[in-house]
Nanobody, 117 residues
Framework: QVQLVESGGGLVQPGGSLRLSCAAS????????MGWYRQAPGKQRELVAT???????NYADSVKGRFTISRDNAKNTVNLQMNSLKPEDTAVYYC???????????WGQGTQVTVSS
């Protein structure tokens, strides 16, 4: 059974930091492209950052320079370090794992991030 379990969300003031983690099980983690997506109320889910099996990263323009995605293949985890948070970063953040050529695509249940004073 495939599971992606996010943790680390919460309430933070503008300018603060949070670190999200996603623990994966039931997959051969090292071959997956892992990513973080977010969905704010009334908006579509959008890409935040991805990291390939080879460690190549990609970021949404809105988070470049503030967020850092990383992975630990030994622990089957992917992390998202979020610095200089803004109110517009408020959303439910979802962990994603996919292998495009094999049509594997899995989602976590999401974790709420709220940036507010």
């Amino acid at each position: 059974q495939v599971q992606l379990v996010e943790s680390g969300g919460g309430l933070v003031q503008p300018g603060g930091s949070l670190r999200l983690s996603c623990a994966a099980s039931g997959i051969i983690f090292r071959i997956y492209t892992m990513g973080w997506y977010r969905q704010a109320p009334g908006k579509q889910r959008e890409l935040v950052a991805t990291i390939t099996d080879g460690g190549i990263t990609n970021y949404a323009d809105s988070v470049k320079g503030r967020f850092t995605i990383s992975r630990d293949n030994a622990k089957n985890t992917v992390n998202l370090q979020m610095n200089s948070l803004k109110p517009e970063d408020t959303a439910v953040y979802y962990c994603n794992g996919r292998v495009a050529v094999m049509s594997y695509n899995y989602w976590g249940q999401g974790t709420q991030v709220t940036v507010s004073s």
